[in-house]
């Protein structure tokens, strides 16, 4: 009836050792679901951060907090990794330059979110706006946005990346409205981006529509604008110097 998979056998030898070492009632019980208990909650957070479709599965534990160190301050981070502003329904932006770490830090808190019990969702801003736009011509777009409503952390990424966006969602703002409508101030969203608030309304093509996206989103919002080095251009790998031919 609890759905703890304990055979007789275990539960025999349990007894037993019960029995010889003199367990109370209440260590007979710890001793007997710990286990069980901690593989249902390994098995329940891999199935969340499966769910949650990580581009990848990052940790700050393996982040490089040392080579933007002053403009990345770790224990702010570690605060966001706690999940305590999905439990207080707030949103958070990340924005700055490329290659600075924006979309590894989000992942990694993500995936803490995940292991804490929250329900994750994580895609890129170009992927979302194709599935909505989908769901214009196939006429599901309400379906498609209460799934992404549903989720206690939202993250959008690579959110001004690139111009697909314009490009193939001519209803960019819209949609983005209906997002953040369906979830501001129920469910937590993040957001990563490259280019200034300020430029959202000639981004997105509806300066209106784009300006009460932003509003939903930074109402009592975490903003990190994060500086520094990009990390894949110090990671690049620099052509060696020709060899001197001899004449």
Partial sequence: MLRVPLTAAQLDAALAQAAKDGWSALEFLHRLITDQAGQRRERSTARRIHEAYFAELKTLASFDWDFNAKAIRRVHIEELATGDFIRRRQNLVLAGHSGVGKSFLVQAIGQ??????????????????????????????????????????????????????????????????KIMDARSQKVSTALVTNIDFEAWGEYLGDPPLAMAFLDRLVDGAIILKITGRSYRAHRAVQPAAPANLPE
């Fill in 112 to 177: 803490a979110a995940c292991v804490q019990g929250h329900r994750v969702r994580y895609i890129t801003s170009a992927a979302l706006l194709q599935n909505l736009t989908a769901g214009l011509a196939d006429r599901t777009l309400p379906e498609r946005v209460r799934y992404y409503a549903r989720f206690e952390l939202l993250i959008i990424d690579e959110f001004g990346f690139d111009r697909i966006e314009r490009s193939e969602a001519p209803h960019a703002a819209s949609l983005l409205y």
